[in-house]
C-alpha cells in the first residue's frame, strides 16, 4: 500500500514537472479606453488559479475600429516604456507566469499592430503582424521583423496576430524553428479561423491558443462584429479549449509540450523530413 502511494506522488510530481497550464483570455476591450482595459485585465487575472502561459486578444490596450491615426496615436505606447506593459509586468511577476498580448506600438512616427512576450522577469520581446487586414494598411505599418521563438522553460512559444492564420507559412516557420505552442493574439471577424487553426496544428504537430475578443465596435459609420470562440488545439487537431462567441471567458488547460516535439506521424512518415523543398521554391518567389 505504501509502495503504491510512494509510486503514485513520484507519478504526480513527474507529470507536474512536464504539464504545463496554458490559457487565454478572451474579453472586450474598450475602444481608446486603455486604463479601463488594464483594470479588467489585472481584475481577472489576479484572481485567476496559477497558469505558465496565458494570451490576450490582439490589440487588448486600445480596441480596434480606428477611423484616423490621431485617435491610434492617443494609445499606442512605446515597447517596452509604456504604461500597459509595465502592468503587464507586474502581473507575470506576481504569478511567475508568462503572458502575450497584442498592443499598439508606437515608433517614432510609425505604428505596428504588435504582440508582446512578457515573463516573470519582465519584458522579453514584440513581434509586429506581417499581414495586415484590410483599414489595418490605413494605420499600421505591416511587420519588420523576423518570425522567432522563445524559450520559456516548459515549452518554445512563437507569436502570431489574427489574420497571419491564412497564411500556412506563418505556423510553418515557427515551427520549424522549434516553437511548440503557438501564441495568436487575435481580433477575427472571419468565420474561418477557429477551424484553420485545427489545421495549422495538426500539419505542424503543436499547440496553438487563439486570444480572440468580443463584442460589437462601432466609430462613426464604421462597425464590426468579432466573433469570440477562442481556443486552445493540440498536435493531434483536438480542440482542448473553446470560449462562447460573445462570453468574457478566461480558460486554461493542461498539457505536456513534449508531445509537441515529436513530429513523426508513423515509422515511415515525419512531418518535417518528408518535405520536399526542393520542389517549394516558388514559395519564397513575388
Not at 517596452?80 to 509595465?86: E, Q, R, T
Not at 462597425?223 to 462570453?247: R, V, W, Y
Not at 523543398?277 to 518567389?285: D, K, V
Request: charged share 25%.
Amino acid at each position: 500500500m505504501l509502495k503504491n502511494k510512494s509510486e503514485s506522488n513520484t507519478l504526480k510530481i513527474l507529470i507536474s514537472l512536464f504539464s504545463m497550464k496554458i490559457g487565454f483570455f478572451q474579453f472586450e476591450p474598450k475602444f481608446l479606453e486603455v486604463e479601463e482595459n488594464i483594470n479588467l485585465i489585472i481584475s481577472e487575472l489576479e484572481k485567476t488559479q496559477n497558469f505558465d502561459l496565458l494570451v490576450l486578444p490582439e490589440l487588448a490596450n486600445s480596441g480596434y475600429v480606428f477611423k484616423n491615426k490621431e485617435e491610434l496615436r492617443k494609445v499606442a505606447e512605446e515597447i517596452p516604456k509604456g504604461v500597459f506593459i509595465f502592468h503587464l509586468e507586474d502581473i507575470c511577476k506576481n504569478k511567475n507566469a508568462y503572458v502575450v498580448s497584442g498592443v499598439a506600438e508606437k515608433k517614432g512616427s510609425t505604428f505596428f499592430n504588435s504582440s508582446v512576450l512578457i515573463g516573470p522577469e519582465g519584458y522579453i520581446s514584440t513581434y509586429r503582424k506581417l499581414h495586415l487586414f484590410d483599414r489595418e494598411k490605413l494605420f499600421f505599418e505591416p511587420g519588420n521583423k523576423p518570425l522567432e521563438i522563445y524559450d520559456i522553460g516548459k515549452a518554445k512559444v512563437g507569436l502570431m496576430i489574427c489574420f497571419d492564420w491564412i497564411f500556412p507559412e506563418t505556423t510553418r516557420i515557427l515551427a520549424l524553428k522549434g516553437a511548440e505552442i503557438i501564441c495568436h493574439s487575435a481580433n477575427l471577424v472571419l468565420p474561418y479561423s477557429q477551424t484553420a487553426m485545427l489545421a495549422r496544428s495538426v500539419e505542424n504537430a503543436v499547440y496553438t491558443i487563439t486570444a480572440n475578443r468580443i463584442g460589437v465596435e462601432k466609430n462613426d459609420e464604421i462597425s464590426l462584429n468579432f466573433t469570440g470562440q477562442s481556443q486552445i488545439t493540440s498536435p493531434k487537431m483536438e480542440t482542448l479549449a473553446k470560449a462562447g462567441k460573445d462570453t468574457v471567458e478566461l480558460k486554461t488547460v493542461d498539457i505536456d509540450p513534449e508531445i509537441a516535439k515529436n513530429k513523426w506521424i508513423n515509422e515511415r512518415n515525419n512531418l518535417f523530413k518528408d518535405r520536399r523543398i526542393e520542389y517549394y521554391s516558388i514559395l519564397t518567389e513575388k
